[in-house]
């Protein structure tokens, strides 16, 4: 029971995890650049993980950094308890928009995914529903690649995943020590 529970507080957290917020970095320089505007879809995302994340009662969020890499990417790295076991996990996940789904898929295609499995192409596996509170709909493509590194029976493992979400990509990584 403990290693599904893991396995599943694992892989929300990577999904949960994805994008949450925005923060901003001060620059000393003289020149002034102008603010670069955020993907209309990941800012929908940010506001649907973080009402997502902080209205899960089943884990505390013990830390949490968003950083905007440029208008089209947002990089999260955050730490959540599960309340019931006291297991951590940590993660760190990437989205990427682009400008169609065919452009992500092409992305995905040319990915180097050798030690990847496909885990589902169906978006009712997803343990998440921050792209449908989002968007209002389920993608229209889905594709799910998961690896796992180490074991629950050891006490240490990593899920690293790569989704893709219409014209959305996830690439994430989530580690757990028992």
Do not use: R
């Amino acid at each position: 029971m403990v290693k599904k529970l893991l396995v599943i507080l694992v892989l929300v957290m990577i999904a949960s995890l994805s994008v949450c917020g925005c923060t901003t970095t001060t620059n000393n320089n003289t020149a002034t650049t102008p603010p670069t505007t955020h993907d209309a879809l990941l800012e929908k995302l940010v506001n649907a993980t973080k009402e997502e994340v902080y209205g899960n009662a089943s884990y505390t969020v013990q830390s949490w950094d968003v950083t905007w890499n440029n208008g089209t990417s947002v990089t999260i790295l955050g730490t959540v308890e599960e309340t019931s076991t006291g297991i951590t996990a940590a993660a760190n996940s990437t989205f990427m928009s682009f400008p169609t789904t065919q452009d992500a898929t092409n992305f995905l295609n040319v990915f180097n995914k050798t030690n990847y499995s496909l885990t589902s192409t169906d978006y009712a596996s997803d343990t998440s529903n921050i792209y449908y509170n989002a968007t209002g709909h389920a993608p229209s493509v889905y594709n799910e690649y998961t690896y796992t590194e180490g074991s629950i029976l050891s006490g240490s493992f990593k899920v690293n995943e790569l989704i893709q979400f219409d014209s959305v990509i996830l690439m994430g990584t989530a580690t757990a020590t028992l």
